[in-house]
């Protein structure tokens, strides 16, 4: 396993090394240290299991959501190359519990948590409770240890295309001590968790004036972003090279040197997501229509089934998928754990099923579907 673990250790730099301009710091923390801990990490860009573990040189087990096991390839990544605990997303697991205390105080090998449980959509973190994984940390009192990235979303957006050698800076230090944990409420280590995540990659730049480096800098954009701020119509973006046009309204803005918006309302994506989630009273009231690849989830199998593309529509609170040989309605009150997940992959339970959507329009069906519950 020791063999495999820096085989793969090896590869990851090879492939990642030249993409990215790493700086890994410490601060009272060792990277080579061997005994188990609990490695607490923000979550900006959708590779950050893979690079927190980079330079160290045992690495925590990581926390891993179940889906991806229904993957092959992560699923040969996460059982035959690395050692991983799987966890289904959004529910709670007393089998993953009990591995996780299996790992820490028999395998004696740290856990690695990304609390969020989602990378970033738009740069900063999730606004989730961490009650559940104060409530963890209290119960194994292990020191916990917090790796900080900054510049990860800038350097590769969840939305868009990875910059050139991006900035990819991540920070390690201690965060709590065993005897701080038994002392510590639940709510008191929820409160130093929040703290210690959170981040705004925009608001950093703003003092690093990092420049980041791409040709391509709004393409993607179109499938988070689904209001113009020009003219408030929907699914009307057309992002090309570093610039944003409105099909209605011409070139509305461009994504500069370090990363920040210009000649929009708004210089950053989030506050842009903050406006356009304003206009969803409206845009469900139509009906809403873009296209996408249907998947049914067999867990049991860990295999991902096919069913095909299909037109999508939300229209009376239904959503519809529809090709010439399948129709699938799904009420949207009968939804239950809607993620996104990747870049554009819509995943959620429906009865005793679970369900996995390749759509074109994610963050607005998303969004649509949680305005329309209620969430």
């Known amino acids: ?150 510049g990860g979303y800038l350097a590769a957006p969840r939305w868009g295309v990875r910059r050139n050698k991006g900035d990819f800076h991540i920070h390690y230090e201690p965060l709590l001590m065993p005897d701080e944990i038994k002392q510590l409420s639940t709510e008191a280590i929820e409160s130093k968790l929040k703290e210690a995540i959170a981040f705004n990659d925009y608001e950093w730049n703003r003092k690093e004036k990092i420049i980041y480096h791409s040709k391509q800098k709004a393409l993607g954009l179109e499938t988070y972003m689904y209001v113009c701020p020009k003219c408030d119509d929907v699914q009307t973006l057309e992002p090309k090279g570093n610039d944003i046009y409105c099909k209605h309204c011409g070139k509305i803005g461009h ?62 609170r239904l959503l519809s998928l529809k090709n010439k040989k399948y129709q699938h309605e799904f009420h949207v009150d009968q939804i239950e754990g809607l993620v996104l997940t990747q870049k554009n992959f819509l995943s959620f339970d429906y009865g005793d099923q679970t369900f996995l959507i390749r759509i074109n329009d994610p963050m607005l069906f998303m969004d649509s579907i949680n305005y329309l519950k209620g969430e």
Do not use: C
């Open 1 to 150: 396993m020791r063999f495999l673990e820096e085989t793969g250790r090896l590869v990851l730099k090879i492939i990642f090394y030249p993409k990215y301009n790493f700086q890994f710091t410490y601060e009272k923390f060792d990277p080579k240290r061997k005994d188990p801990y609990i490695l607490i990490s923000n979550h900006p860009s959708l590779h950050d299991p893979l690079f927190v573990s980079l330079n160290l040189m045992t690495y925590p087990y990581p926390v891993t959501g179940n889906l991806l096991y229904t993957n092959p390839i992560y699923n040969f990544l996460l059982t035959k190359i690395i050692q991983s605990i799987a966890k289904r997303k959004g529910q709670s697991d007393v089998q993953t519990i009990r591995a996780i205390l299996d790992t820490i105080h028999k395998k004696h090998r740290g856990i690695m948590l990304f609390p969020e449980g989602n990378s970033s959509y738009f740069g900063e973190q999730s606004d989730i409770p961490l009650y559940t994984t104060a409530k963890l940390i209290k119960k194994i009192e292990h020191e916990v240890v917090v790796a900080k990235i900054n």
């Open 255 to 316: 994504i500069n040197s370090y990363e920040l918006l210009e000649g929009l309302p708004f210089d950053n994506m989030i506050d842009w997501d903050k406006f356009q989630k304003t206009k969803l009273t409206s845009i469900v009231k139509n009906e809403l229509h873009t296209s996408g690849r249907l998947i049914e989830i067999d867990f049991e199998h860990k295999k991902r089934i096919v069913i095909g593309d299909m037109e999508i529509t939300i229209s009376n």
